[in-house]
Each structure stands twice: as structure tokens, then as C-alpha cells.
């Protein structure tokens, strides 16, 4: 909590998610999973004209992999996460570079770690853990390194990225390099389910402060429905201070940009606060705003602020949703009957998850 600034429920729900995490990998390495193991037997009357050899196949491990820790998830995406745990029943080594935002709580994490790993008789060495910038951009140029995992910026992502790529042996890089996760509204769930999915929508962008990778960023809703008008008289929740400095310096810089653009105004904020914390903020602008200029209006903004975008029509929502880069999420919420092959498609060719009538704040 001294770290992160995260409130203890959440911290403790983390940390039971973190053990679930390393006990599911752990049924892998009991079961086999891991190695998809193939086994071909030999067959003389192979159709394709010679006998078939007895074939095997199996999955090896890479090599050491270096994993890079998340800021917003200290238990479950940091020292002892979900690519720690991955890296590691896949059977290999772990070189963890610990994130600046919890070094007290990424040693303690890593000693408890370290001591389990060797009292279980792992290898001398399978895990370790490393602290800086520096030594991070070292490690991924290492020709020891095999494999790298990150979770965080787009620009330090792409940074690695490129590291890895130039390297005289390129190396696989894992990236999850943030996420804008649109959301879609059609006209009759827009007719059918506003309140609700209004207050929804409220819980959702601010959970956390706003700082899930999954936090949805857009909402685009039919622009002659009650939508606005009930968002704008909604109260904003308060939410608890950001993880540090520098990620509220990064969201208040790309607020300000958000804020300052062309067709975008104010639709809902949160009252102001006498100690100047941050709170929620909601904005709102056109289809044809957004289609104008979408590099900028659909940048991820790290933090408690969301964007509505009214559309006009079923042509206007197709061509917004393609307008979309790469998302870790985008939704639909819609009615049984609602004719939206054409936009399932567009979606599941942009998100690698895409839900119905749920929230991606939500993860399995």
C-alpha cells in the first residue's frame, strides 16, 4: 500500500489471484501440457507413396527469459506474475527486471520467491532479480537472454521491442503495450439498457483509478439516444491516488491533449477536491471528429478519464470500429437479434478478446 498507493482489498484479491496464477501453471508441468507431446508411430503403408518414419515431437524450452514487471499489478504481472510463472513451467530461467514504482515490495516478493523455488529443489539460479533502467536495456541486448516479456507503455514496449529485434540473434518479445478497449453500443441496447449500462460503464473506467490495462477508453454509442444526457448527470465516484509520480504526470499530459483537441469537450467530471487529487473526467465528441483525426483521439489515456463518441449510423459505427489499431479488448453490447456479423468481424480482427454485454475491466 506505502508503494502503490493501492487499497488493501485490492492488493489482498491480488495476491490470491498471483497463487491461483502459479498453482494453474503448476498443474501444466504435472500434466504435460506445456510439451505437446506428438508421437507418430511408423506406418509402411503410408499413402504418400514411401513408408512414414516413427516420429516425435516435442516443445523445449527457450532459454532464459527476461520479464519485465508491470507498474499497476504489483502481485500478479511483477516478480512472482503470470510470465514469471509461464516462463518457468515452460522450464526455463527468469531474469526479473523489477519495476521502479515497488522495489521494497519486488525484493521481498523475489526473497520469498527465491527461498520456495529452492526449497522445492529447483536449479541453483532458475530465477533472479535485477533493478534500473539500465540494467534492464543490458539485459535485453545479453546474448544469454532467449525470450523477453513486458507489460506497460507503448513507448518503452517499442523500445525493447526494436532492442530485441536488432540484436545479431533476434529474440521472441511477448508485449502487452497498453490498450484503448473500445466499447460499442447498438441502437437498441442503447433504447433497451441505458441506465444500466451507463452505471456500468462508470464502474468501469474508474475502477482502479482507471489504471487497468482493460480499462475502456471509448465508449461509442448512437448519437440520438439519452446517452449524454444521462452520463452528464451522473456524479462521478471518487477514486483513490494514482500508483506514482510518473504515471500521473504521463495521464495529466495526455488529458491535457485529449482536452485541448478540436470537437472534444467536458461531458461529466468529478467535483473539485480541496487537495487537487485526481478525479474522474469524461469527454465527449463526434463520429466524424474522431474519424478526422483517430491517431489522436484514440491515444490511451493511463488514469480515470474516458471519451464518448456519438455516432450517426450502422455505417458510421462500422467505419469507427475499423478506424481502431490493435486493442487488447473491444466489446459490443446489443440485443438478441441485432445484426452485428459485420461489426463481430471487424472486431475480432482488431481485439484478442472481444466480449458481449460484459465489461473488459472483467479477466479470466
Not at 518457468?88 to 526473497?111: C, D, E, F, I, R
Not at 520469498?112 to 529443489?121: H, V, Y
Not at 497498453?178 to 464502474?203: L, M, Y
Not at 510518473?246 to 488529458?255: K, N, S, T
Amino acid at each position: 500500500m506505502e508503494e502503490t498507493n493501492l487499497p488493501e482489498p485490492r492488493l489482498r484479491g491480488e495476491l490470491k489471484r498471483t497463487v491461483f496464477q502459479l498453482a494453474l501453471f503448476a498443474e501444466t508441468i504435472r500434466d504435460g501440457a506445456c510439451f505437446d507431446a506428438r508421437v507418430d508411430h511408423a506406418d509402411e503403408q503410408w499413402p504418400m507413396g514411401a513408408a512414414r518414419p516413427d516420429l516425435r515431437r516435442i516443445l523445449i524450452p527457450v532459454g532464459p527469459v527476461l520479464v519485465f514487471a508491470a507498474s499497476n499489478f504489483p502481485f500478479a504481472f511483477s516478480v512472482a506474475g503470470g510470465d514469471t510463472a509461464s516462463a518457468l513451467a515452460a522450464g526455463n530461467a527468469v531474469v526479473l527486471k523489477a519495476h521502479s514504482g515497488h522495489p521494497k515490495l519486488s525484493q521481498a516478493t523475489a526473497s520469498i520467491f527465491a527461498a520456495a523455488l529452492e526449497e522445492a529443489g529447483a536449479p541453483e539460479g532458475i530465477f533472479s532479480i535485477i533493478f534500473g533502467t539500465a540494467s534492464g536495456s543490458a539485459a535485453i541486448e545479453d546474448p544469454r537472454i532467449k525470450a523477453a516479456g513486458f507489460t506497460g507503455s507503448i513507448p518503452g514496449g517499442r523500445a525493447l521491442f526494436d532492442k530485441a529485434n536488432a540484436r545479431p540473434e533476434p529474440i521472441p518479445f511477448f508485449g502487452e503495450l497498453g490498450s484503448n478497449n473500445p466499447v460499442f453500443v447498438t441502437n437498441t441496447a442503447a433504447v433497451a439498457n441505458t441506465e444500466s449500462i451507463v452505471d456500468q460503464f462508470i464502474g468501469s473506467f474508474t475502477m482502479g483509478a482507471g489504471q487497468f490495462c482493460t480499462k475502456p477508453g471509448t465508449l461509442v454509442v448512437p448519437e440520438d439516444s439519452n446517452f449524454t444526457r444521462i452520463l452528464a448527470s451522473k456524479q462521478l465516484p471518487a477514486v483513490h491516488k494514482m500508483l506514482n509520480e510518473r504515471i500521473e504526470a504521463g495521464y495529466l499530459q495526455a488529458l491535457a491533449e485529449l482536452k485541448g483537441h478540436n470537437g472534444v469537450e467536458v461531458l461529466a467530471e468529478y467535483p473539485e477536491t480541496a487537495n487537487d487529487q485526481i478525479q474522474p473526467i469524461l469527454l465527449v465528441t463526434t463520429g466524424e471528429q474522431l474519424l478526422a483525426d483517430p491517431k489522436a483521439l484514440q491515444e490511451e489515456c493511463f488514469g480515470p478519464a474516458a471519451l464518448v463518441v456519438t455516432y450517426k449510423d450502422e455505417a458510421q459505427l462500422l467505419e469507427i470500429a475499423g478506424s481502431f489499431s490493435g486493442q487488447l479488448t473491444a466489446t459490443i453490447f446489443g440485443e438478441e437479434g441485432d445484426d452485428v456479423a459485420q461489426l463481430l468481424f471487424t472486431l475480432q480482427n482488431k481485439a484478442g478478446r472481444v466480449l458481449w454485454n460484459q465489461w473488459p475491466t472483467g479477466v479470466r
